[in-house]
């Protein structure tokens, strides 16, 4: 976080900025009993408004012997040097959510200064006469580089500052300030020297501060460490905390419990009193510091949906509003639900059914509508047909029947599916007519006493054909059929195929005329 306090001169023997006045309320900050001593106000976080008003000397209640405070917009963060807790301690803004072991800190180091920026805290391990360092850790905590600068020069570093290029450190025991790049290189405990046990530090990027504890003056140099004035400001009271905000610098005075203040004005030497002990200071930077404002997004309508944001911070659901900093552009998004479709924004700027983009400047409500889809029409169920009964399948012949000796071949075709079959017989008979001298052929069923014609029976057989296929049935005389064929060498007959219908009736399906032939001895 980059701050800048405006350039302060001496007119007319007051203190003059070229800066405008804060633009919204802001407050100053300190903590109560560095020294670690029993007292009215031991170990408190106080607050005032940075007009000076509703002082609250308890602002926060609890803390550890509270030396360096710093604030960054979100939290207020402070040094403790125990006796019960050594390290950091932090509080969000408004007090709430007191952590007094934020980063702790070994027994024997405790520290004496902490700054934050955007991204790190940086704190100085400052008490013990072997603590020579700068430590870094991440906002949150975590992530801590121990050390982050050290050098052996360093000896007892008090206050901790950081701007835009520089991490800055007040050395009372070399009574110097101390000076690294940004990202811990170079370090130079003595970059600035001749300042009286310096404690407390705080650079806008063009100058350095720094408070001459044992001095009580108000040192000023560029950060390129020319134009060294140790009394830039004088009339302090063993000031110890300095920081800044766009028209004044501050300080506390651990000498007599005052917060002085130098500005348009001139220094207001008793600008807050009633603080016990206070060594760190610090103030809401309205120059860096930007107004939030609330998004919220209402669902109306027969349907349902969800609305999420980039940035994150929407994502109702259940999280329907966020608050952003002025000035952020944020994307909303509308899914419907299945069933329902998004029918489109109002409010806020936005219109329609796509992506709703803004720019908050303000709080801002939107409304999202989501419309249930009317239920889809009933399936179209085709009207069911009557089943009808599967027709019967039908036996054929197909072509004559061909004869070899004492049988003949048939090639029945079943017309039917393939599920179905076809079950029938074929019968050869053969009519001869007899001598009426009373002969009498062997076999057969009358005698002939006249000359007549006989029907024979002299062959049968049954089938079963599958549906849809031919089959080859093979018709063998019987033995009627084979003496006959035997004593004339030729025996004329029918071949007739039959099958039984449903009603268990004989139908015939096909005759045909055949003729058996003795086969030839060899």
Not at 102 to 116: E, Q, T
Not at 195 to 223: E, H, L, P, Q
Request: some cysteine.
């Amino acid at each position: 976080m980059s701050r800048r306090l405006a350039p302060l001169v001496l007119v007319s023997g007051f203190l003059a900025s070229v800066l405008v006045a804060p633009r919204a309320q802001a407050f100053v900050y300190w903590g109560n009993n560095c020294g670690n001593v029993v007292g009215s106000l031991s170990d408190t976080i106080g607050r005032s408004n940075n007009d000076g008003s509703v002082v609250d000397q308890s602002f926060i209640t609890g803390v550890q012997s509270p030396c360096s405070t710093r604030v960054d917009g979100q939290h207020i963060y402070w040094a403790s040097v125990g006796p019960a807790t050594r390290g950091l301690g932090r509080a969000s803004i408004d007090g709430t959510g007191l952590e007094n072991s934020f980063i702790p800190i070994s027994s024997a180091n405790s520290p004496r200064g902490v700054d934050v920026d955007g991204t790190y805290i940086y704190f100085a391990c400052g008490e013990a006469s072997n603590c020579g360092r700068i430590d870094r850790a991440d906002l949150n905590g975590t992530n801590v580089v121990k050390p982050f600068i050290t050098t052996g020069g360093l000896t007892q570093p008090c206050g901790v500052a950081v701007d835009d290029a520089h991490v800055w450190w007040a050395s009372p025991g070399s009574n110097s300030i101390g000076r690294a790049d940004l990202n811990g290189a170079n370090p130079d405990n003595l970059f600035i020297t001749g300042t009286t046990a310096a404690c407390g530090v705080i650079s806008d990027g063009t100058y350095v501060y720094w408070t001459n504890t044992g001095g009580s003056t108000i040192g000023r140099a560029k950060v390129d460490g020319s134009e060294v004035d140790q009394a830039f400001l004088t009339g302090g009271n063993s000031p110890c905390g300095i920081d800044f905000d766009a028209t004044y610098l501050y300080w506390a005075n651990f000498g007599n419990g005052t917060i002085s203040r130098a500005g348009p004005g001139g220094v207001e030497a008793n600008f807050i009193t009633g603080a016990f002990k206070p060594c760190g200071v610090a103030v809401d930077d309205l120059c860096c510091l930007v107004a939030q404002y609330t998004l919220s997004v209402a669902k109306t309508g027969s349907g349902t949906g969800s609305i999420t944001s980039a940035p994150t911070g929407i994502d109702c659901g259940a999280t329907c509003s966020h608050d952003y900093d002025d000035g952020t552009s944020v994307t909303l998004t509308a899914t419907a639900a299945d069933g329902s479709s998004f029918d489109g924004w109002s409010g806020g700027g936005c219109s329609g059914t796509g992506t709703c983009v803004l720019t908050i400047h303000a709080d801002t409500p939107l409304t999202a509508t989501f419309t249930a889809n009317p239920p889809p029409p009933p399936p179209i169920v085709p009207a069911s047909l009557p089943q009808l009964p599967a027709l019967p399948a039908t036996l054929g012949l197909i072509g004559s029947p061909s004869v070899h000796g004492d049988r003949a071949l048939l090639h029945i075709a079943c017309n039917g599916a393939a599920t179905q079959s076809c079950t029938g017989s074929a019968t050869a008979t053969t009519t001869e007519t007899l001598a009426a001298d009373g002969h009498t052929v062997k076999g057969l069923t009358a005698t002939v006493r006249k000359r007549r014609s006989l029907k024979v029976v002299v062959g049968r057989t049954n089938f079963s054909v599958p549906g849809g296929q031919t089959r080859t049935v093979t018709l063998k005389l019987n033995a009627k059929g084979k003496r006959l064929l035997k004593r004339f060498k030729r025996l004329p007959a029918r071949v007739v195929v039959s099958t039984v219908d449903a009603a268990g009736k004989r139908k015939i399906v096909a005759s045909a005329k055949v003729k058996f032939r003795a086969r030839r001895a060899r």
